[in-house]
T-cell receptor, first 114, second 110 residues
């Protein structure tokens, strides 16, 4: 069964550094998402992406964050200048349609900012 | 107040028991997702439903749109069912994106 893959599985970075989290969505999916889960808390929506542009973003997704689909397969989340509070598990997800089909999640990237 | 609430927060069961996890929400929704989060952190979709009932193996999900409530049932529970079960809802009130509940941590003892 096709899967959403995320790399790396764990990233440690120093405060102020830029990080790029990578995702390869399922190939026939058209909608892509990033979610965040701070340790011990609920999953939170960051951003949705369709047709090569952001369709919605949350208050969390400020100017430090950006997303890109640089080629036909990868979907990246960049954090420009990491803060301690960015430490979390970041999940990529994709779906065939927005809201009518289930989300398929990757295994997540655990980001630790020191 | 959380947009999506789940109960119980934690649940410990003996192998073989019938388990029910509840989800309630406060606005009209277009879809509800039940998800399973493994101890390692990965998230798997179990069900997506907007009405009625769905069954897959030992798992059953029901939704009552009028009461704004959904339940996830596990029959003949097994230790491998131990995980966090998360309910998420999609609504125009939340910008058409899924809003997640806090999860129910289930431990099934052998």
């Amino acid at each position: 069964e096709p899967e959403v893959t995320q790399t790396p599985s764990h990233q440690v970075t120093q405060m102020g550094q830029e990080v790029i989290l990578r995702c390869v969505p399922i190939s026939n999916h058209l909608y892509f998402y990033w979610y965040r889960q701070i340790l011990g808390q609920k999953v939170e929506f960051l951003v949705s992406f369709y047709n090569n542009e952001i369709s919605e973003k949350s208050e969390i997704f400020d100017d430090q964050f950006s997303v890109e689909r640089p080629d036909g397969s990868n979907f990246t989340l960049k954090i420009r200048s990491t803060k301690l509070e960015d430490s979390a598990m970041y999940f990529c997800a994709s779906s065939v349609e927005a809201g009518r089909s289930p989300l398929h999640f990757g295994n997540g990237t655990r980001l630790t900012v020191t | 107040k959380n947009e999506v609430e789940q109960s119980p927060q934690n649940l410990t069961a003996q192998e073989g028991e019938f388990i029910t996890i509840n989800c309630s929400y406060s606005v009209g929704i277009s879809a509800l997702h039940w998800l399973q989060q493994h101890p390692g952190g990965g998230i798997v979709s179990l069900f997506m439903l907007s009405s009625g009932k769905k069954k897959h193996g030992r798992l059953i999900a029901t939704i009552n749109i009028q009461e704004k409530h959904s339940s996830l049932h596990i029959t003949a529970s097994h230790p491998r069912d131990s995980a966090v079960y998360i309910c998420a809802v999609r609504s125009k009130a939340y910008g058409q994106n899924f809003v997640f509940g806090p999860g129910t941590r289930l431990s099934v003892l052998p």
